[in-house]
């Protein structure tokens, strides 16, 4: 019975261990828990938070709004008190004539001179016709004071004897009175809220005039404003690109002209995929100056140096600038005519072969007429497609006879196959020598044209010879 008994509780108490010693003791040490953090000072704390709040986006966005919309009603009313200045004085003219003369342009001056004078004559007139105008005005205000009481009092009569009753001539002068009271009484009760609203409305003009001109810091504008990448090409953002070009002269005629270099830029002309527009350079400016800045030019126009380009047009102290559209230099191009247009012909003597398209987005072309071409680039870059574009082209005219031999043998050229007179592909040291010898009759070939009686007609020799590369 004893040896059936099963125990239901673990034994917990270890078995002891015969080798060990019963008078080791395991010694155990007390680690103490690690001191509490200090806490942090409330000024700490504080200037944390309150840098966290001024540093915050949302915090920087709505400064730079409240600045942004302050500053378009200041410079709101700058806009409008500089319109009515110029409008009430001779500053416009002044500002042309300066303008004319830091050009060189001196007929231009004195033809702004005339204007300022005939302006000048004008309001002396307007001002002596203020002196006598108190006078008529009062005289003009008493006559029709007393031609408006007769007719009142007229009427007023016509009134009594129509319904018999004397009381009536004065009607039409009472109910006149009471109209006029009850426009006064009109204008005491809204008087309150105009005062409030009216010059709400004069900032609120303010502020639109300035909004409408952006009148304020590129900071304080929004970021789809602020981001210049690609902006479209204005007569403003030209003429600063020019101002901070570092040329001392052009600078300072900029600086000098009243219409802020304006009168310097011809209309601006969409060109292709780009903008064309013609600058007349003020007197002690070359167009040498400006074409060795080219770079320069470009990153003051938010473009890439290969997206603008210098030329000189026929007119004197002038250059042409020619503004891609950002990045539109970088997109591919079309397919080929050669694979749009089925009918196209070739003619060797007098046609022009298709080769891409310029700045303005045409097609290019080029005459190979008795031309060497001489195409080189890095690896990778296009040489073969563009020598071939123009041999296909040519294979158009059933007169022409080509040699070609492919160095690099990968098959660039196989579709001459039937069409070639002579076609070598391959890299190998035996492809070198045949198209070496192929060179040398060629040279043979062009003596025996030279040497021919004149008059004699041969038909067109294309010789290609495309690079040698390891294969």
Same mark, same amino acid.
């Given at each position: 019975?004893?040896?059936?008994?099963?125990?239901?509780?673990?034994?917990?108490?270890?078995?002891?261990?015969?080798?060990?010693?019963?008078?080791?003791?395991?010694?155990?040490?007390?680690?103490?828990?690690?001191?509490?953090?200090?806490?942090?000072?409330?000024?700490?704390?504080?200037?944390?938070?309150?840098?966290?709040?001024?540093?915050?986006?949302?915090?920087?966005?709505?400064?730079?709004?409240?600045?942004?919309?302050?500053?378009?009603?200041?410079?709101?009313?700058?806009?409008?008190?500089?319109?009515?200045?110029?409008?009430?004085?001779?500053?416009?003219?002044? &500002?042309?004539?300066?303008?004319?003369?830091?050009?060189?342009?001196?007929?231009?001056?004195?033809?702004?001179?005339?204007?300022?004078?005939?302006?000048?004559?004008?309001?002396?007139? &307007?001002?002596?016709?203020?002196?006598?105008?108190?006078?008529?005005?009062?005289?003009?205000?008493a006559v029709g004071t007393g031609v408006?009481?007769?007719?009142?009092?007229?009427?007023?009569?016509?009134?009594?004897?129509?319904?018999?009753?004397?009381?009536?001539?004065?009607?039409?002068?009472?109910?006149?009175?009471?109209?006029?009271?009850?426009?006064?009484?009109?204008?005491?009760?809204?008087?309150?809220?105009?005062?409030?609203?009216?010059?709400?409305?004069?900032?609120?003009?303010?502020?639109?005039?300035?909004?409408?001109?952006?009148?304020?810091?590129? =900071?304080?504008?929004?970021?789809?404003?602020?981001?210049?990448?690609?902006?479209?090409?204005?007569?403003?953002?030209?003429?600063?690109?020019?101002?901070?070009?570092?040329?001392?002269?052009?600078?300072?005629?900029?600086?000098?002209m009243g219409d802020a270099g304006a009168?310097?830029?011809?209309?601006?002309?969409?060109?292709?995929?780009?903008?064309?527009?013609?600058?007349?350079?003020?007197?002690?400016?070359?167009?040498?100056?400006?074409?060795?800045?080219?770079?320069?030019?470009?990153?003051?126009?938010?473009?890439?140096?290969?997206?603008?380009?210098?030329?000189?047009?026929?007119?004197?102290?002038?250059?042409?600038?020619?503004?891609?559209?950002?990045?539109?230099?970088?997109?591919?191009?079309?397919?080929?005519?050669?694979?749009?247009?089925?009918?196209?012909?070739?003619?060797?003597?007098?046609?022009?072969?298709? =080769?891409?398209?310029?700045?303005?987005?045409?097609?290019?072309?080029?005459?190979?007429?008795?031309?060497?071409?001489?195409?080189?680039?890095?690896?990778?870059?296009?040489?073969?497609?563009?020598?071939?574009?123009?041999?296909? =082209?040519?294979?158009?005219?059933?007169?022409?006879?080509?040699?070609?031999?492919?160095?690099?043998?990968?098959?660039?050229?196989?579709?001459?196959?039937?069409?070639?007179?002579v076609l070598i592909q391959g890299p190998?040291?035996?492809?070198?020598?045949?198209?070496?010898?192929?060179?040398?009759?060629?040279?043979?070939?062009?003596?025996?044209? @030279?040497?021919?009686?004149?008059?004699?007609?041969?038909?067109?020799? @294309?010789?290609?010879?495309?690079?040698?590369?390891?294969?």
């Open positions: 019975m004893g040896d059936n008994l099963v125990h239901l509780h673990k034994n917990t108490t270890p078995p002891l261990d015969p080798s060990a010693d019963p008078a080791t003791v395991t010694t155990l040490t007390v680690v103490p828990d690690p001191a509490p953090a200090l806490p942090v000072p409330l000024w700490v704390r504080s200037g944390r938070a309150v840098t966290t709040a001024v540093t915050h986006e949302n915090t920087k966005s709505a400064a730079r709004a409240v600045a942004r919309h302050s500053l378009y009603t200041f410079n709101g009313g700058r806009i409008v008190a500089r319109r009515t200045w110029d409008g009430k004085t001779g500053a416009r003219y002044e &500002r042309m004539i300066r303008t004319a003369e830091a050009a060189g342009n001196l007929e231009a001056a004195e033809e702004w001179e005339e204007r300022l004078q005939r302006f000048r004559q004008a309001r002396h007139h &307007r001002r002596m016709d203020l002196l006598h105008s108190p006078v008529e005005a009062a005289k003009g205000l408006s009481i007769g007719v009142l009092v007229a009427l007023g009569v016509v009134m009594a004897i129509n319904n018999h009753d004397i009381g009536d001539v004065i009607t039409p002068l009472k109910a006149t009175i009471e109209f006029i009271g009850l426009l006064i009484r009109i204008v005491q009760v809204t008087w309150g809220t105009a005062v409030i609203v009216g010059p709400l409305l004069a900032l609120f003009a303010l502020w639109a005039v300035g909004s409408k001109q952006q009148a304020a810091p590129a =900071w304080a504008l929004p970021a789809n404003v602020r981001s210049s990448e690609g902006e479209p090409v204005t007569p403003s953002i030209v003429v600063k690109a020019l101002r901070d070009l570092g040329v001392p002269a052009l600078r300072g005629a900029i600086k000098e009168s310097m830029l011809g209309p601006i002309r969409i060109a292709g995929c780009g903008v064309e527009v013609d600058v007349t350079l003020p007197s002690g400016v070359s167009t040498i100056e400006v074409q060795n800045r080219r770079r320069k030019l470009a990153e003051n126009l938010t473009r890439h140096e290969h997206e603008v380009f210098i030329t000189i047009p026929q007119a004197a102290r002038t250059v042409r600038l020619w503004v891609a559209d950002s990045g539109a230099l970088d997109e591919p191009i079309g397919p080929s005519p050669l694979v749009t247009d089925a009918t196209m012909t070739a003619d060797y003597t007098k046609g022009k072969a298709p =080769w891409g398209q310029d700045l303005r987005g045409d097609m290019a072309a080029l005459s190979v007429y008795q031309r060497h071409l001489l195409i080189t680039g890095l690896s990778n870059q296009g040489k073969t497609v563009a020598l071939r574009s123009l041999a296909l =082209w040519l294979a158009l005219d059933k007169s022409v006879q080509f040699w070609i031999g492919d160095l690099k043998g990968i098959g660039d050229w196989k579709m001459f196959y039937g069409l070639a007179t190998t040291d035996d492809h070198v020598i045949q198209v070496t010898e192929m060179v040398e009759r060629a040279v043979e070939e062009m003596n025996r044209r @030279i040497q021919a009686p004149p008059g004699t007609v041969f038909p067109a020799l @294309i010789v290609i010879v495309d690079e040698a590369q390891m294969a």
